[in-house]
């Protein structure tokens, strides 16, 4: 018997997605992987431990040069699924049931996003904010407080991508990559 995949129960025999990731991907150990529709992880991008992508109701979609957190959900919201674009980093706890997020996007610690919404590029999403079902945020929205927002004048989205690619440099040293673990 071959290795067992995802942090699903050993009680559970539902079939797992199809799966396909980039060979630079890394992905540690105790992801939860659901559903039946495919999930497609970019270049360069880190899972961390404990995080669950659940594509029952579409499919998943994850770009180059991200990092999805502990503890954090992906969940497809209907059939034409979820997209995270380039550069997106997810933190700690976050649930997440948008249609798409932009490309160098930040979602910070807690943060709750409602079924179909839709975030625009370079974008920040601070600590326990939540965007309700089918909201469309602009690109350059900055989220903070009890849903206040403004826009981000700050031109730092070079920058910051630049220390994306860092940090993931970082955790790549850090993280075991468990990717053989889930090929099917």
Known sequence: MGPKRSGASSASSAPLPPLSTDPTTVLSDAISFSGTYPITIGANTVLHPRCKLNSTEGPIVIGSNCIVSERTQLIAPDIDGLVLGDFVHV????????ARIGDATSIEVGTRLGKGSCIGDNCTLSPLS???????????????????????????AVARNETMLAHIDCLKKLLLNKSEKYTR
């Open 91 to 98: 933190e700690v706890n976050c649930h997440i049931q948008a």
């Open 130 to 156: 939540v965007i309700l079902d089918v909201d469309v945020l602009p690109a350059f929205t900055v989220v903070y407080g009890d849903n206040q927002r403004r826009m981000d004048t700050s031109a730092t």
